[in-house]
C-alpha cells in the first residue's frame, strides 16, 4: 500500500469566536477499512483522505494568530511529514508551520477588498520526498465586522409639493448603501429616522420615504423646509454607525388666498385740467399666492355717475391703475365716491368658496383748484430695463399734475446732477423717460435719477421726484479663461495624466448663475497628445492622449480651448493655451528656465526689424 493511499490529513481549527474547533483525526483502523474497499475497486481512484472545515478569520484583527492546523494520521511527532501551503495569501497573509501543521496569520484582512482566499495543502514525506496524500484546496472566509458607515446615494436631496396636501403625500426618498457583509448579521441592516423636520414630515424606517406627516402645510407661512435625515446600521442598536443628509423641501402655490384691499378707502386728487388717460394712481388687493394664482382684475361701479374713470389691471404688479376717462370741471363736479372691486382670474372651490376670491374697497377723487406746485401721484418711480435698450426706448412715464385752477401746463427734467452721463432723456411736456446713451449694466447697473416738474407760469412752481431704475442683465459677454494658465507636460508624462485644471469668469449675472462648458475646436481629425474633459462643475481637466513628450522633438504645443455659456443666446470665446514640453524634476516640478525658447528664422527676422524701426524712430527724434 502506497503511501498516497495510506495518509489522510485533517485540518484542525483553532477555536476562534463564535465558532467550535477541535481536532478531526481519520483513525488507521477507518484508514484500513477504506483501504481495504479500495483494493476490492482496484480500476477506481483512491478517494481522498482530506476532510476540510471552513476556516472564518474575523476581519481587520492586526494580532498575528493560529487560525488552523493540517494534521496526518500517521504524523507521530518525529516530524517526518512535512506541511507545505500554497495559493492565494501563501507566504505572506498565511504561513504555516512544516513540523507541526499549524496555519497561522500574519496580516489584517479587509473583506471590503477580498472576502475570501483559496489556499492548496499539500502533506509530503521528507525522506522519499512523495506526497502522502493528492494536494486538496481548502477556502478561508474573512468574516465581516461593522466596520463601514452608511453613506447616502444621489444627494443633494431636492423636492417640492403642493401646499395644503393631505398627510401621508409623499415627499422623495433617500436611499443609503453600506459596504460591510448585508449577509452576516445586522452590520449592512439600515433604518432610517429624522433628526430635523418633525412634526411637518416623517420617513418610514426601512425604506427611507420621506412623507408629509402635518396637515394643511401653508405656503404663505413658510415656504421651504430642511428635513436633517439619519441612517443607522445595525438596526439602530448601539455601537453602529450614522450618517445623515438634508433634504430640501419646497411648497408649491397653490390658490388658497383672495385678494385683500389692506384700506376701506383711497382717495386721490386730480386737477381740473388734467387730460384723459391721465392717471391718477394705483391701488393694491394684495394676494398671498404667486404667479397664475395671484392674478386678478378690476372693476368700477361709479355711485353718482358712470364712466368718468376707468380701472385697468398692470399685468406685471397685479395693480389697479386707476385713468380718467372723461375731462374734468371743477366748477361743475369736485368729488367723485367710486366703488372699486378685485377679483380672481383662477377661482379653485377646493380651498375656498367662490365669493372668498373677490373684495371690495372704495376710492374718493377730489378734483383740486389750488395754486400749488405739480403733484406727482406715485413716490418714489422704480423701473426696470434691459441693458440692450436701444437709444430711443422709452423706459416709462412720470405723471406730476397742476392742481391749480389756472390749469397750468407742467415741464419735466432731469435734475443733471443725477445723470451725469446723460444716460436718459425725459420728454418735457409727457414726462415719458427715454434711454439717450448705450447702456451697459457691468459698468453701471442701476441709475437713481431727481425727475423735476415744474409749471408754465409766473410762480414757476415746481416738484421733484426720485427715479430709480434698474439695469437688467442680458448674456453680452463672452466666457473667458479666469485666469493666465501657464501649462506645462512632463517629459515622462503618461497618457491619461492631468496637464492643467482649467476654469472661466464671465461679466454677466444670470439669475441661475453661470454655466460653463468647455470642449476643443471641432476638427475632422482627433488631436493626437491632448484633449478636454468637460468636469460639468465649470471646470475642465486638460489631459495627455498620449506617453512620451520629449523637449528635443518639440519645445511646446498650441490647444485651442472653446468655452460656452449657458445663456440666451449662447455665447462662447476661443482661447489657445500654449503647452511647454519640460524636462520635470521628481516633484513633478517644472523649474523656472527648465524650458528653452527657441526662435525660429521668421522670428528672428522680426525681431531684426524692431531692432531696426526703433533705432530709426531714435534718429528721428534727435
Not at 423735476?452 to 414757476?460: G, L, T, V
Amino acid at each position: 500500500m502506497d503511501n498516497c493511499s495510506a495518509l489522510h490529513v485533517l485540518l484542525m481549527i483553532s477555536i476562534m469566536p463564535g465558532w467550535l474547533g477541535g481536532d478531526f483525526i481519520i483513525s488507521k483502523k477507518q484508514h484500513e477499512i477504506r483501504s481495504s474497499e479500495i483494493s476490492h475497486r482496484s480500476h477506481l481512484r483512491v478517494r481522498r483522505g482530506w476532510i476540510w472545515s471552513q476556516i472564518f478569520v474575523e476581519e481587520e484583527d492586526p494580532t498575528p494568530r493560529k487560525i488552523g492546523q493540517l494534521k496526518s494520521d500517521y504524523d507521530t511527532g518525529d516530524f517526518t511529514i512535512k506541511y507545505i501551503l500554497s495559493g492565494e495569501g501563501a507566504s505572506e497573509i498565511f504561513k504555516i508551520d512544516e513540523y507541526t501543521g499549524d496555519i497561522y496569520l500574519s496580516q489584517r484582512l479587509d473583506r471590503e477588498l477580498k472576502p475570501f482566499y483559496i489556499l492548496q495543502a499539500q502533506a509530503i514525506n521528507r525522506s522519499s520526498k512523495q506526497p502522502v496524500e493528492p494536494e486538496s484546496e481548502f477556502i478561508i472566509k474573512v468574516q465581516d465586522i461593522n466596520d463601514n458607515a452608511p453613506e447616502f446615494i444621489n444627494e443633494p436631496y431636492v423636492s417640492s409639493i403642493p401646499e395644503m396636501c393631505p398627510t401621508g403625500t409623499t415627499v422623495i426618498q433617500v436611499t443609503a448603501t453600506d459596504a460591510d457583509d448585508p449577509m452576516f448579521g445586522n452590520n449592512a441592516k439600515l433604518i432610517y429616522s429624522i433628526l430635523e423636520g418633525e412634526p411637518y414630515f416623517s420617513v418610514e424606517p426601512k425604506t427611507g420615504i420621506i412623507v408629509t406627516s402635518w396637515p394643511n402645510m401653508d405656503r404663505e407661512a413658510r415656504e421651504t423646509y430642511l428635513v436633517v435625515v439619519q441612517v443607522k446600521d445595525m438596526l439602530g442598536l448601539t455601537g453602529g454607525y450614522s450618517a445623515t443628509t438634508t433634504v430640501t423641501i419646497s411648497l408649491m402655490d397653490v390658490n388658497d388666498n383672495g385678494p385683500t384691499f389692506q384700506h376701506n378707502l383711497y382717495t386721490f386728487a386730480i386737477s381740473e385740467s388734467a387730460p384723459v388717460g391721465t392717471t391718477l394712481g394705483r391701488i393694491m388687493a394684495d394676494d398671498g399666492d404667486v404667479g397664475l394664482n395671484a392674478k386678478m382684475n378690476y372693476s368700477l361701479e361709479d355711485l353718482e355717475e358712470s364712466s368718468t374713470f376707468t380701472i385697468q389691471t398692470d399685468p406685471d404688479t397685479q395693480e389697479g391703475i386707476v385713468i380718467l376717462a372723461q375731462p374734468l370741471d371743477y366748477e361743475t363736479k369736485r368729488r367723485f365716491v367710486i366703488a372699486v372691486e378685485a377679483i380672481n382670474e383662477n377661482i379653485d372651490t377646493r380651498f375656498m368658496s367662490a365669493y372668498e376670491f373677490r373684495d371690495r374697497t372704495t376710492i374718493k377723487i377730489t378734483v383740486t383748484n389750488v395754486d400749488e406746485p405739480p403733484i406727482f401721484y406715485e413716490t418714489p418711480y422704480n423701473w426696470k430695463v434691459l441693458e440692450s435698450a436701444q437709444i430711443g426706448t422709452q423706459v416709462g412715464t412720470v405723471y406730476a399734475k397742476d392742481t391749480d385752477t389756472t390749469n397750468n401746463a407742467i415741464r419735466y427734467s432731469i435734475l443733471k446732477s443725477s445723470d451725469t452721463r446723460q444716460m436718459f432723456k425725459i420728454d418735457p411736456s409727457n414726462g415719458t423717460v427715454y434711454v439717450a446713451n448705450l447702456l451697459d449694466r457691468e459698468t453701471a447697473a442701476w441709475y437713481n435719477l431727481t425727475i423735476d416738474a415744474k409749471e408754465n407760469s409766473d410762480e414757476q412752481l415746481s416738484s421733484s421726484v426720485s427715479l430709480d431704475i434698474t439695469l437688467l442683465d442680458i448674456n453680452d459677454n463672452v466666457p473667458t479663461l479666469s485666469q493666465d494658465y501657464q501649462p506645462y507636460v512632463c517629459e515622462d508624462t503618461q497618457a491619461g495624466e492631468l496637464i492643467e485644471l482649467i476654469s472661466a469668469t464671465d461679466a454677466d449675472d444670470p439669475v441661475d448663475g453661470h454655466h460653463f462648458y468647455f470642449s476643443m475646436i471641432p476638427d475632422k481629425h482627433i488631436n493626437p497628445n491632448f484633449t478636454i474633459r468637460d468636469n460639468q462643475d465649470n471646470t475642465a481637466s486638460i489631459l495627455a492622449r498620449r506617453s512620451t513628450f520629449t523637449h528635443h522633438d518639440r519645445t511646446h504645443y498650441h490647444l485651442p480651448v472653446v468655452i460656452r455659456d449657458s445663456g440666451s443666446p449662447i455665447l462662447s470665446s476661443t482661447t489657445t493655451l500654449t503647452i511647454r514640453v519640460c524636462a520635470c524634476q521628481p516633484t513633478g516640478h517644472c523649474p523656472s528656465g527648465g524650458v528653452e525658447v527657441s526662435l525660429d528664422v521668421s522670428m528672428q527676422i522680426l525681431l531684426g526689424l524692431s531692432v531696426c524701426l526703433i533705432i530709426l524712430a531714435a534718429e528721428l527724434l534727435f
